[in-house]
């Protein structure tokens, strides 16, 4: 059953890119039938974790723990590819996958003041939509909120874990953990649900207790929360129409965040998003995942054109996600497809409804 839901064996049609395929390569390996070669390591990095084999599986099979374990196997006995290598060295050197230097706090606060709220944003927002700090940063004041950001945000560690570093992972967690609480935050938000998924899953299963004490949320729950307490005041458009919702993998099944972004949309809409064929726990993957976008743009590329499609064919206008790496791999498919889609993150969508 997994053959038919795997998003990458549906764009390469090799029978090696599905969770069957990947055991019976390693079981051959394992048993000494076969040996690492060049291709079957690439393999191991063309699948996205996306977790929708796991779901619909009858025995729910963890294909993504193998593939990260795999993936360590192939770091420790030096067999990485030499894209994967050079990204990983990129992290660790620079501390995120671009080149940035230092944020632009929008909000700086006095020294010694304790702050309520730490916008993480994460280096993909930074670099490729600057746009949706400042959107946030508008949110966030319209509240009176008293948040702020780090002057420079150091890597979670959530990329080279992907990647199979998982050593090194860890270090750069430790590091960021240690950063942030020089600021002792009480909230802290995100609007990346790897970052998300990392500070509150992967950090704790790694003996990082430092935010422990720390509430942890991604922004369309922390902005929904808001709503519905009433200090986020929201004027619905009803003009906004053919609005559909794509649900990014690590946040729906992952994380198990469903229910938060679409009461947003219908917040600032006036109605509940249209709902894709596939959806929630059933959502097609975008082709983001696993820095697959990075390490292997045209794999991504093709996963992310087959989502269009479905989008398409349920005659949405407009496309909100709650995710910047699936908005920049569908943003780049809608572009190659010459078609009048439009994606938005979540964060933009509210930003335009904001009653002062």
Same mark, same amino acid.
């Given at each position: 059953m997994c =053959?038919?839901a795997?998003?990458v064996?549906?764009?390469?049609?090799?029978d090696?890119?599905? &969770?069957?395929?990947?055991a019976?390569?390693?079981?051959?390996i394992d048993e000494?039938?076969?040996?690492?070669? %060049?291709?079957i390591v690439?393999?191991?990095y063309?699948?996205?974790?996306?977790?929708?084999?796991?779901?619909?599986?009858?025995?729910?099979?963890e294909? %993504?723990?193998l593939?990260q374990?795999?993936r360590e196997i192939?770091?420790?006995i030096g067999r990485? &590819?030499e894209n994967?290598?050079k990204l990983?060295?990129? *992290?660790?050197?620079h501390?995120?996958?671009? @080149?940035i230097?230092?944020i632009k706090?929008l909000k700086?606060t006095?020294?010694?003041?304790?702050?309520?709220?730490?916008y993480?944003?994460?280096d993909?927002i930074?670099h490729? #939509?600057?746009e949706?700090?400042? !959107?946030?940063g508008?949110?966030l004041?319209?509240? %009176?909120? @008293?948040? /702020?950001?780090l002057e420079?945000? +150091?890597? /979670?560690?959530?990329?080279?874990?992907?990647l199979?570093y998982? @050593?090194e992972?860890?270090?750069?967690?430790e590091n960021?953990?240690?950063r *942030?609480m020089?600021?002792? &935050?009480?909230?802290?938000? /995100?609007g990346? $649900?790897?970052? #998300?998924?990392a500070?509150k899953k992967l950090y $704790?299963?790694?003996?990082?207790?430092t935010?422990n004490?720390i509430k942890i949320y991604?922004?369309?729950e #922390?902005?929904?929360s808001?709503v519905?307490?009433?200090?986020?005041?929201?004027a619905?458009?009803?003009?906004?129409?053919?609005?559909? #919702?794509h %649900?990014?993998?690590?946040?729906?099944?992952e994380?198990?965040v469903?229910d938060? $972004?679409?009461?947003?949309? !219908?917040?600032?809409t006036?109605?509940?998003p249209?709902?894709?064929?596939?959806n929630?726990?059933? +959502?097609?993957c975008c082709?983001?995942?696993?820095?697959m976008h990075?390490?292997? $743009?045209d794999?991504?590329?093709?996963?992310a054109?087959?989502?269009?499609d479905?989008?398409?064919?349920? @005659?949405? =206008?407009i496309?909100v996600?709650a995710?910047?790496?699936?908005?920049?791999v569908?943003?780049?498919a809608i572009?190659?497809?010459?078609s009048?889609?439009k994606?938005?993150d979540i964060?933009?969508l509210?930003?335009l409804q904001v009653?002062?």
């Amino acid at each position: 059953m997994c =053959r038919h839901a795997c998003p990458v064996f549906l764009s390469t049609k090799r029978d090696t890119d599905t &969770p069957r395929g990947h055991a019976l390569l390693i079981s051959r390996i394992d048993e000494g039938l076969s040996e690492w070669t %060049d291709d079957i390591v690439d393999i191991m990095y063309r699948c996205s974790q996306c977790h929708l084999c796991k779901e619909i599986c009858e025995f729910h099979w963890e294909e %993504d723990l193998l593939i990260q374990k795999i993936r360590e196997i192939i770091v420790k006995i030096g067999r990485v &590819p030499e894209n994967v290598k050079k990204l990983a060295s990129h *992290i660790i050197d620079h501390g995120s996958v671009y @080149n940035i230097s230092q944020i632009k706090n929008l909000k700086a606060t006095d020294e010694g003041n304790s702050i309520d709220v730490l916008y993480f944003a994460g280096d993909i927002i930074l670099h490729e #939509y600057p746009e949706i700090v400042e !959107k946030t940063g508008v949110i966030l004041d319209s509240m %009176d909120i @008293n948040w /702020t950001m780090l002057e420079k945000e +150091a890597s /979670t560690g959530i990329e080279l874990f992907e990647l199979g570093y998982t @050593n090194e992972a860890k270090m750069a967690a430790e590091n960021c953990a240690a950063r *942030i609480m020089e600021i002792k &935050p009480k909230i802290i938000i /995100t609007g990346n $649900p790897h970052i #998300y998924s990392a500070f509150k899953k992967l950090y $704790p299963q790694w003996g990082i207790e430092t935010l422990n004490d720390i509430k942890i949320y991604h922004i369309s729950e #922390y902005l929904n929360s808001k709503v519905r307490e009433g200090k986020l005041k929201l004027a619905q458009d009803s003009n906004l129409f053919g609005i559909s #919702y794509h %649900d990014p993998c690590q946040l729906g099944r992952e994380m198990e965040v469903y229910d938060a $972004p679409r009461e947003l949309i !219908k917040a600032a809409t006036g109605s509940m998003p249209l709902e894709l064929f596939h959806n929630k726990r059933e +959502a097609e993957c975008c082709g983001a995942g696993s820095v697959m976008h990075l390490t292997h $743009p045209d794999v991504s590329g093709k996963v992310a054109q087959k989502r269009v499609d479905s989008a398409l064919e349920e @005659n949405a =206008r407009i496309i909100v996600t709650a995710c910047p790496n699936c908005k920049k791999v569908l943003t780049n498919a809608i572009l190659d497809m010459n078609s009048d889609l439009k994606v938005i993150d979540i964060v933009e969508l509210v930003s335009l409804q904001v009653s002062n």
